[in-house]
Structure formats: C-alpha cells, structure tokens
C-alpha cells in the first residue's frame, strides 16, 4: 500500500540571473528569490555587502563546484546552523 504524503511547498519561481562582481570580473549567477533574499539577509547580520559575501564564498569554493551551486549550500549550511538571524522574509537589497 501506498502512502500519501502531503506537503506545502512554497510559491515555485523561475531562478533570476543577476550581475556579481568578483575580483574586479562580472559573472552572472541564476538563483531563486529566496536564495538572493537569504544571502541578502546573511551578508546583512555578518555587516557585509552581499556581494562581498558571494566573492567570499566564491574563494572558498573547491574549482569543481559551480558557483551557483556554492551559494545554495552556503545558504543551506547556515540556516541549519541557526545563523539566518531567525526569519527569511525581506531583506535589504545590498547588492
């Protein structure tokens, strides 16, 4: 027999391009909304810029993983570890 399982996702968006600057090079990076919003929100608690925080986590990455990819689970690791200053919601657009 089957289970039904019921869950409640959340509104589902097309990921966004957005423009970064590392080491004085333009990227594009594709993330969802709540991916720019939480690492708008982390960059803000840590009194950084967001993009000072994406060239952070872009130095730190192993060269196989792809930035976008870094950014998520940075995200991912930091609320797991408590450090999304306990809400998700709006954030200051500090790019």
Do not use: Y
Not at 17 to 31: A, N, P
Not at 53 to 60: K, P, Q, R, S, T
Not at 86 to 91: D, E, I
């Amino acid at each position: 027999m089957v289970t039904s399982v019921t869950i409640d996702l959340p509104p589902m968006q097309v990921p966004a391009k957005r423009s970064v600057t590392i080491d004085g090079h333009r990227t594009s990076v594709s993330l969802e909304d709540a991916f720019w919003r939480a690492l708008g929100q982390i960059a803000c608690a840590r009194g950084d810029k967001r993009a000072a925080l994406i060239a952070a986590i872009d130095h730190a990455r192993p060269p196989e993983v792809g930035l976008a990819t870094a950014l998520r689970l940075f995200v991912l690791h930091e609320i797991r570890a408590g450090k999304d200053t306990g809400q998700l919601g709006p954030a200051p657009d500090k790019a």
